[in-house]
């Protein structure tokens, strides 16, 4: 039901957009939306949320990532700026209605997960 695109290869220092659209689920302005991502052989990790009108990021992203959500367009967009090698990873929308801000930054608390898009930073 989340589809997330935009992934690709970068140079260190370059700029990405991932996109993430829904199908058969209607966001709602209380719906959060987020991104997580996986590097190979680490754990899933927290990247950013909107969080009602609110949105969060971690410490790594900060100044970096800026998210975004159109709930006209069903969609929630990451816009990458500066990325690193570090940044490399498969990068998943997730969604979810109804959560409480302690448990916004929990992979396990999103119910609608995408398929993952992959960004590789590398010269």
């Known amino acids: 039901q989340l589809q997330a695109s935009g992934g690709g290869l970068v140079q260190p220092g370059g700029v990405l957009r991932l996109s993430c659209s829904a199908s058969?689920?209607?966001?709602?302005?209380?719906?959060?939306m987020a991104w997580f991502r996986q590097a190979p052989g680490k754990e899933r990790e927290f990247v950013s949320v909107?969080?009602?009108?609110?949105?969060f990021y971690a410490d790594s992203v900060k100044g970096r990532f800026t998210i975004s959500r159109d709930n006209n367009k069903n969609t929630v967009d990451l816009q990458m700026i500066n990325l690193k090698p570090e940044d490399t990873a498969l990068y998943y929308c997730?969604?979810?209605?109804?959560?409480?801000?302690?448990?916004?930054?929990?992979?396990?608390?999103?119910?609608?997960w995408g398929q993952g898009t992959l960004v590789t930073v590398s010269s």
């Open positions: 997730a969604a979810d209605n109804g959560l409480i801000m302690s448990s916004i930054t929990e992979g396990t608390a999103y119910y609608y």
């Open positions: 058969g689920l209607t966001f709602r302005s209380t719906t959060s």
């Open positions: 909107i969080w009602r009108t609110r949105t």
